[in-house]
């Protein structure tokens, strides 16, 4: 089994990476790359998270994660775009390549792929069970609005009793299922390539795919990676479209959970993560796995 860790921004290691060198892509890209300069420094974004924290309370103050600016997911199509054109390139032909995206911002991933040369299959779900509720009662937003007297507000108060902003409760992430174009029928393509069908060997395959977020343990390997996934789901998204033996590519590895469920499934992993602390705890995290 081979496992190779590269530290640095994967827009520059692909560019190097052999054509058709790669077998199966599971990436869960930056939400935040708009909040982000040029040299893709995520400060800006760790310095919002914790005033959040610290006002997460304050009315006047949406809390991070209940604001959304359409601009950001634009940014955030065209960041992939030139990723998605090298993620295409390295791929063998017919090929998977799944994309983790927050729901209002999945459309801009999936034509960033889509014009990069794949084929949207499918839209799967990653489906956790119960998220926190982030809709907020408008009372103390009326309270705190000046153009009210103290009357108006009263009488406003009671007359939206009930009504909340509109963020309901998540559930669920929301993943694209790429797949690099084949060459000839999905026999020929395997049969050239190795890669390309679905393993429906343990029973029927559904596009909801449920396991619950990582717990505290998990969590604490990790080094509390704030968007971490749990390593049963990418282990499970691996074996359905990654065969045993191939080569697993995460250039957006983080924490190494990807790695480490490649791992386990047996299957090779090269991982890119550009901030050095992420990559030691990958590196770390995924060199450390037990197997059996």
């Avoid at 893709?40 to 006002?55: V, Y």
């Avoid at 343990?202 to 977020?213: C, D, E, Q």
């Avoid at 604490?220 to 390593?231: D, F, I, S, W, Y």
């Avoid at 705890?281 to 059996?292: A, D, F, H």
Wanted: aromatic fraction near 10%; charge should be positive; hydrophobic fraction near 35%.
């Amino acid at each position: 089994m081979n496992l190779l860790f590269y530290l640095g921004d994967c827009r520059n290691y692909l560019k190097n990476m052999d054509d058709k060198s790669i077998d199966f892509i599971a990436i869960d890209p930056p939400y935040g790359v708009d909040q982000m300069n040029h040299a893709w420094n995520n400060e800006k974004i760790l310095s919002s998270l914790q005033d959040s924290k610290k006002e997460c309370c304050a009315v006047k103050n949406i809390p991070v994660g209940m604001k959304f600016d359409v601009k950001s997911a634009v940014k955030l199509g065209e960041f992939l775009v030139p990723i998605a054109n090298q993620l295409n390139r390295v791929l063998k032909p017919g090929g998977f390549c799944i994309v983790f995206s927050q729901p209002r911002a999945s459309h801009h991933v999936a034509l960033a792929f889509e014009n990069a040369g794949f084929e949207i299959r499918d839209h799967l779900i990653w489906d956790y069970g119960a998220g926190q509720g982030k809709a907020q009662g408008v009372q103390n937003f009326i309270r705190k609005n000046r153009k009210f007297c103290k009357k108006e507000k009263e009488i406003l108060i009671k007359k939206l009793e009930g009504l909340k902003t509109p963020q309901l409760t998540p559930t669920f992430e929301t993943l694209w299922l790429c797949q690099k174009k084949k060459e000839g029928t999905f026999v020929e393509n395997y049969l050239t390539y190795g890669v390309g069908l679905v393993d429906f060997k343990n029973g029927n395959k559904k596009v909801r795919f449920s396991h619950r977020k990582p717990q505290s343990k998990e969590r604490q390997e990790a080094g509390r990676h704030p968007t971490l996934k749990p390593v049963s789901l990418m282990k499970d998204l691996i074996e359905t479209f990654c065969p045993e033996g191939k080569v697993v590519l995460d250039c957006f590895a983080g924490a190494g959970t990807t790695g480490v469920a490649a791992k386990l499934s047996n299957r090779d992993f090269i991982g890119i993560e550009k901030e050095e602390m992420w990559y030691n705890i990958m590196k770390e995290r995924v060199e450390n796995t037990r197997l059996g």
